[in-house]
């Protein structure tokens, strides 16, 4: 009995020291085969007869193969790594870099015995992936897909336009085009609007050898405002396989036209043709030279005007200011030395300027940080600090309470709390003022420092976008992220909501139709973000479509429209031949090999086999508690328990 209670006591006890077992465990993790499928279109184009269910069997068999003592993951990709384990040939970009640095990213940390990559080779988005710098531990394996023949083919390589242009105007599409094997072949380079359908341009084109390339430069007129589609196209060559990339559409935005600015001059001065050349550097603007006396002066079709001396002595200007401030026309006012000061006051309520102007300051530019009606680069500001000074008249100078101030002066190494350069929006009319002439010594100036003039035609592009912007009073508007997307991109929407003290909320539900050319509509419901609303509407199909958005706050129910364009892409069209020496040089690269869709048996033996596939054995310790040991407590109660029932049979308790 002694023995059972020592047992019992000294077990009990050690326990209350807590001690511990460390036991060693190892665990066993098969080895990663990644197969990857190339889900571009031009991969299904790229099959021969036959090819396709030959490849569908041979990748499923490779697969079960390495699946008996492997852990397979199947995975596809085009512009990156897709979750699909089958492709469906739907996809149109192809992005080789990107899928393999993302393949490096998801198991650089795995054991990976071997990657396979079944492709044409072909890629059209992200660089050459032999140029990418990966260190990809695991042999790679590609499966040449597709034909590396050259087949009899017309195609449009390209087509370079400019996004936008203005109603009116003229502007250039250039056409790059090649054929293949279409020696003594001929050809029509078409240009057509893809709505009317009617014909714009078309030139006969007679190829005169077996590699043929050649380029065109195309002039058309910019008629109808709104997004416009151009479709351009190779007409079919005799024997040609497939017509698929002899047609390319483009989209061109006409503007209803350039903003037109008018410099209204008091008498001749360097300084107008340094503004007219920084105003039409920005493609958005057009600019007209006047002086005060011109018979033909016609202030109404303008958008801005700037004022440089006027109102002076001997011309007030005031009808032209009247007209401006009547038509809600923006005022840029330049003070000169034959600026009449008092009429300046009275024409405007910006700046205040105290003194007869018969005498004049060179002051300097100090920019302020703390401005925000409009961003300007910080780089930008610095260096207009360094730009030679402007002639200002003599005087006091005080900015409204309303005034933003963007340049202060500085006089003979003061600096003053004169504004230079201030704006100011009262209710929706704008005003600006540049308390000083020589402008053109900046643009000099700027143009000898960097030999460009970056900065003075970002502050005079910044200040005329400012001043020309019409002020949106909408209560409710709806907008897309943007005019085109590519049929590939999700849609997305927002909008807003002020209350009549012009504050945002989005309380009431807010909805979206939108309307394709065929009349088909898509109904949405926006959904509420802090104070306002946003919407992904997923990916549409190619064509134009208006969407109008609609809520109804205070019993009135308000609308905000607005256009979009989806367009087709076709980059993989545009090359129909396998590219193998790209997946021979890949697989070269990473210590594996290329083998074409008969040789996935042999493959699947070599990778099984192989000595880089095998599992890896991890170790690990992990500390527990005695006290946790189940076996411990019932040897315990064991003990305990026999000790009491001898005593109790025995007689001695």
Not at 617 to 641: D, M
Request: contains cysteine; proline residues 3%; hydrophobic residues 35%.
């Amino acid at each position: 009995m002694s023995i059972f209670r020592f047992l019992s006591a000294t077990a009990i006890a050690t326990l209350l020291l807590s001690p511990l077992i460390k036991n060693e465990i190892t665990e066993t993790q098969k080895p990663y085969i990644v197969i990857l499928e190339d889900d571009s279109e031009s991969v299904r184009t790229g099959f021969a007869e036959g090819d396709s269910s030959n490849y569908r069997q041979g990748i499923d068999a490779l697969a079960a193969r390495l699946e008996e003592s492997n852990n397979v993951e199947r995975l596809t990709f085009s512009s990156g790594l897709k979750s699909k384990e089958q492709p469906d040939y739907q996809e149109k970009v192809t992005n080789l870099s990107q899928t393999l640095a993302e393949l490096y990213d998801r198991y650089s940390y795995q054991n990976v015995g071997a990657i396979i990559l079944a492709s044409d080779g072909i890629y059209n988005e992200g660089s050459n992936p032999i140029y990418s710098n990966l260190k990809l531990e695991a042999p790679l394996y590609t499966v040449a897909l597709g034909d590396t023949t050259p087949t009899r083919d017309l195609k449009l390589d390209r087509v370079l336009h400019n996004r936008i242009a203005y109603q009116g105007d003229k502007f250039t599409i250039r056409v790059d085009y090649s054929a293949t094997n279409c020696k003594d072949k001929s050809t029509v380079l078409t240009v057509y609007n893809a709505r009317t359908g009617g014909k714009l341009f078309a030139e006969k084109i007679n190829i005169k050898s077996e590699r043929f390339f050649n380029s065109k430069e195309i002039i058309l007129d910019a008629a109808e405002e709104g997004m416009q589609q151009y479709r351009i196209s190779l007409s079919e060559a005799e024997g040609e396989i497939t017509t698929a990339n002899n047609t390319q559409s483009i989209y061109v935005e006409v503007l209803e036209g350039r903003q037109k600015v008018l410099i209204l001059a008091n008498s001749p001065h360097p300084d107008l043709s340094a503004f007219k050349k920084s105003i039409e550097n920005g493609r958005n603007y057009e600019a007209e030279i006047k002086f005060i006396q011109d018979q033909d002066l016609n202030t109404a079709q303008y958008d801005l005007l700037i004022l440089h001396g006027l109102p002076s002595g001997k011309q007030s200007a005031s009808s032209v200011i009247d007209k401006a401030k009547s038509s809600k026309t923006p005022i840029w006012f330049v003070l000169t030395s034959q600026s009449n000061l008092g009429a300046f006051n009275q024409s405007q309520d910006l700046v205040d300027v105290a003194g007869s102007g018969s005498s004049l300051n060179a002051v300097k530019a100090i920019t302020l940080s703390d401005f925000n009606l409009f961003t300007i680069d910080p780089n930008v500001l610095q260096t207009i600090e360094s730009l030679p000074p402007l002639t200002s008249p003599y005087g006091k100078y005080t900015a409204a309470p309303t005034a933003q101030v963007l340049i202060q002066q500085e006089v003979s190494d003061v600096e003053t709390d004169y504004p230079l350069l201030c704006l100011e929006q009262s209710s929706d009319y704008k005003t600006a003022v540049l308390s000083g002439e020589g402008f053109w010594r900046w643009r000099m100036y700027d143009y000898r420092e960097d030999k460009n003039f970056e900065t003075t035609d970002e502050l005079v592009s910044k200040m005329i976008q400012y001043l020309v912007v019409k002020n949106d009073k909408r209560q409710f508007r709806s907008n897309v992220a943007k005019n085109l997307y590519n049929e590939n991109e999700q849609i997305a929407f927002d909008a807003e909501l002020y209350n009549d003290s012009y504050e945002l909320i989005n309380d009431p539900d807010a909805r979206l139709k939108v309307k394709d050319e065929e009349g088909k509509e898509y109904d949405y419901t926006f959904s509420k973000t802090s104070n306002a609303y946003n919407l992904d509407a997923g990916i549409l199909p190619v064509g134009n479509y208006t969407f109008t958005g609609s809520t109804v706050y205070n019993g009135k129910k308000l609308n905000s429209s607005g256009r979009f364009s989806i367009k087709e892409l076709q980059l993989e069209a545009m090359q129909r031949t396998a590219n193998h020496q790209l997946l021979f040089s890949l697989s070269d690269k990473y210590n594996g090999k290329m083998v074409n869709i008969g040789g996935l048996p042999a493959l699947s033996e070599e990778i099984a086999t192989s000595d880089a596939v095998k599992p890896v054995l991890y170790s690990s310790f992990k500390n527990r508690e005695v006290i946790n040991l189940k076996w411990l407590f019932f040897l315990l109660v064991g003990l305990l328990a026999a000790e009491w029932f001898v005593r109790k049979y025995c007689g001695g308790y």
